[in-house]
């Protein structure tokens, strides 16, 4: 059985920093793609950034230059580095990682980050 766990999530102030991190768990998993949304109350969950197979990067527009996603493959893990935290980037975090071969996709709980003006 697969497991996606993020973690890293908190209260910071605005201007701080946190590390989120994807962890996955399971029998021969290997991860093509790890994208980060987020979810604020009353609204839809939206795209942050998205990492491939072979380590290229894309953002959203409103954390481009903030935000920087890596991964390392050999420990199945992503990462989202989030600095200059705006109180607008309060939301749940959650990790979507896509399955190597048959592009199965898995979420994660969800980790709270909430950023204090």
């Known amino acids: 059985q697969v497991r996606v766990m993020e973690s890293g999530g908190g209260l910071v102030q605005a201007g701080g920093s946190l590390r989120l991190s994807c962890a996955t768990s399971?029998?021969?998993?290997?991860?093509?793609?790890i994208s980060w949304y987020r979810q604020s109350p009353g609204n839809q969950r939206v795209l942050v950034a998205h990492?491939?197979?072979?380590?290229?990067?894309d953002y959203a527009d409103p954390v481009k230059g903030r935000f920087t996603i890596s991964r390392d493959s050999a420990k199945n893990s992503g990462y989202l580095q989030m600095n200059s935290l705006k109180p607008e980037d309060t939301a749940v975090y959650y990790c979507?990682?896509?399955?190597?071969?048959?592009?199965?996709?898995?979420w994660g709980q969800g980790t709270q980050v909430t950023v204090s003006s």
């Open positions: 979507l990682v896509r399955r190597v071969g048959d592009y199965q996709d898995y």
């Open positions: 399971g029998s021969a998993f290997v991860m093509n793609t």
């Open positions: 990492i491939n197979i072979g380590g290229s990067a």
